[in-house]
């Protein structure tokens, strides 16, 4: 009996066909490949895995495992930033003004003090305050009756002094007003532009506090003639500023003129005053950036011209005229002839040698008659000042 090949077993058929070359063995090649292919990569999938959980068992242990436990982690913790704190900016550290014995420059000075906010209503609580300016040679020899004036009125006025000799030795008491109130200064020379710059200096310094509002120049030979209410009054509710001008013929008059001023400064502008002035904030800013007028005065003015008796005058007048009573607040007496005004000595102080001076004579005050004229007075010596601190707190009414 004949076998039929057709019904032989299967699986011998099948592997005869697998390596039946030569299409069989080209398909095993290719299955084999992708079969060591795939587990390559599933074997690299595997080690990937195992070590993201062991990564996360270690960084679970070392948050918490040893915070709980107390124990050191051999893992660090991941360092955290430390949260930021809150820096408070306003307005007290730009209105505080800086120390007084700064180390700026004057170029650097009048820059910081020329900063101007246009919008005029402040912003926050403001006691107006009046700053004595003193531009001395050494010490404020007077200083004890000033004491007194300025006694139970503190907040309503500052005190910034000036002294052209830096070697004198100053020994005011620390709970005095003029304790640590000398500013940076610079040698003065009697008539000179650097007595107009010494001004201009004490200015700028005072004007660091926002709370000034009106500026007094004294000297040391300076004395009030009023309590300090009654000058603080006077000068707080004033509408003008007193820079003292006027135009005078003759020798220390128009004489001083010289026409290398002009065009700047022509002889119709020229004007005489004394150094003594009072002015408000708004001026105050002016004068110390003002330099057109000033240059002329500092390179033409010398000689038989000095320059604290012409330039603010001429300035003023011909800038601010308007607003300007053309009136010094600060008596004194030329009637003696000479470069100099009279010295009072302590033969001169009596009672009524004040009355006289404090109603001197009759002047206006915001467009109004007025009998007070000056409120300071000079030139007083410093042997003067035992009697001045007899008669004048009870006839001023110091501290009432």
């Not at 005029?120 to 107006?128: A, H, I, N």
């Not at 509002?213 to 509408?239: D, G, H, M, W």
């Not at 010094?328 to 100099?340: C, S």
């Not at 003067?384 to 006839?395: V, W, Y």
């Amino acid at each position: 009996m004949k076998t039929n090949r057709t019904h032989q077993n299967p699986t011998i058929l099948s592997l005869v066909k697998l390596f039946n070359p030569p299409s069989n063995l080209i398909s095993f090649i290719l299955f084999f490949a992708f079969g060591l292919c795939s587990g390559i990569i599933l074997t690299f999938q595997i080690k990937n895995i195992s070590l993201a959980l062991q990564f996360t068992r270690l960084s679970f242990s070392g948050d918490n495992s040893g915070a709980l436990s107390g124990e050191s982690d051999s893992v660090a913790p991941t360092p955290r930033n430390p949260p930021l704190s809150r820096v408070s900016v306003g307005l007290k550290s730009y209105l505080t003004p800086p120390e007084i014995m700064h180390d700026m420059t004057d170029e650097e000075l009048i820059w910081r003090a020329s900063m101007v906010p246009k919008v005029r209503e402040y912003p926050f609580d403001r006691t107006p305050k009046v700053a004595f300016m003193f531009l001395v040679r050494g010490l404020v020899f007077l200083a004890p009756l000033w004491e007194r004036f300025f006694k139970g009125y503190n907040g309503l006025f500052t005190v910034y002094i000036h002294s052209s000799n830096q070697l004198v030795k100053v020994t005011e008491a620390e709970d005095s007003v003029f304790y640590g109130r000398r500013v940076p200064s610079k040698p003065v020379q009697w008539g000179k532009p650097n007595m107009v710059e010494a001004g201009r200096r004490l200015l700028a310094n005072a004007l660091l506090d926002y709370s000034n509002q009106r500026f007094v120049l004294l000297s040391e030979a300076c004395i009030p003639l009023f309590n300090f209410s009654t000058v603080y009054s006077y000068l707080i509710n004033s509408k003008h500023n007193f820079v003292e001008s006027y135009d005078l013929e003759g020798p220390v008059g128009r004489d001083r003129y010289s026409k290398k001023m002009a065009p700047v400064v022509d002889i119709k502008d020229w004007r005489k005053g004394s150094q003594w002035f009072e002015m408000d904030r708004d001026l105050a800013v002016e004068v110390i950036v003002e330099k057109k007028y000033f240059s002329v005065f500092h390179d033409f003015c010398n000689g038989k011209c000095f320059a604290d008796e012409h330039y603010l005058p001429t300035f003023v007048t011909k800038i601010f005229g308007r607003t300007n009573s053309n009136q010094t607040l600060t008596f004194v007496d030329w009637k003696i002839l000479g470069a100099h005004p009279t010295l009072y000595t302590r033969n001169d102080v009596t009672e009524k040698f004040l009355l006289k001076v404090r109603n001197d004579r009759s002047c206006e005050y915001n467009g109004k008659k007025n009998q007070t004229c000056h409120l300071f007075a000079r030139k007083f010596s410093p042997h003067a000042l035992d009697r001045l601190l007899k008669i004048a707190p009870k006839l001023m009414q110091f501290n009432l």
